[in-house]
């Protein structure tokens, strides 16, 4: 009995030794060791800035395509026109008085605009079956034309306003009655009304010039026809308006 305690007592101080003697476990395999904040010879990692967002910019605008300035040599106007398009005198009984009146046609030989100086005595009676134009005007830019004397007032006393051009438009049950022009002053609601600039190349009295599609509107005659109202807004998105309406603002007046 006393023998086996010696040795089982042997066996038990040999485990003990050798896990007294055991050395520490190696880092993982794969794990990173993190230095330590304090150590002085560490480095801070540094945190890149966001890229700063690149502000919008504005598409510039196109550059309108140079068109040719026209006229006629008999003739106190002249406008700027697109290729093909032309500016066609209008003879007339009055011509040795100074009047003078031409349309501009496009490259089909159609008429598109109308102008004439020295515009007097215009009139006209209003019949049962046309209606009263109430005039709106959808479109009015000021323009400046060179030669023009406007007249200080219109026929009834009011004062005249700058020059602009403007697209004026009147509903018609559903359709609608355009124009497009020249003016100074505003017409007022009646079956009729007279596109025209008052003044001329001189300050002389009852003298106006027409710059127009349409001299004279009206709700049965003439005029812009439109189908209804919204084709009458639409047409000023379309190609035809643009180039109607820059060839009218590029009119010039000479004595």
Known sequence: MRTILTCAAAVLCSAILLTGCATEPSTAPGATSTPSTSDPSATPTETSEPAPTPEPTTPPEPTPEPWDRAGDAAGPVSFELPTGWSLVRLPSAYDEMGFFQAQIVDP??????????????????????????????????????????????????????????????????????????????????????YNRLLGGTGATPSNSVVAADWMQVDSTSSGRVFASRAEAEAFMQSEEYATLKRILMSMRLQA
């Open 108 to 193: 089909d030989g159609a008429a598109q605009l109308y102008f004439s100086n020295r515009v007097t005595g215009l009139g006209g009676a209003c019949t049962p079956e046309m209606a009263t134009l109430h005039i709106e005007e959808l479109d009015a830019e000021p323009v400046e034309i060179a030669g023009f004397v406007p007249e200080p007032t219109d026929e009834a006393g009011a004062p005249t306003t700058d020059a602009r051009f403007v697209y004026r438009v009147s509903n018609l049950g559903d359709g609608a009655v355009a124009s497009l022009s020249l003016a100074n002053f505003t017409p007022r609601d009646s079956c009729m009304y």
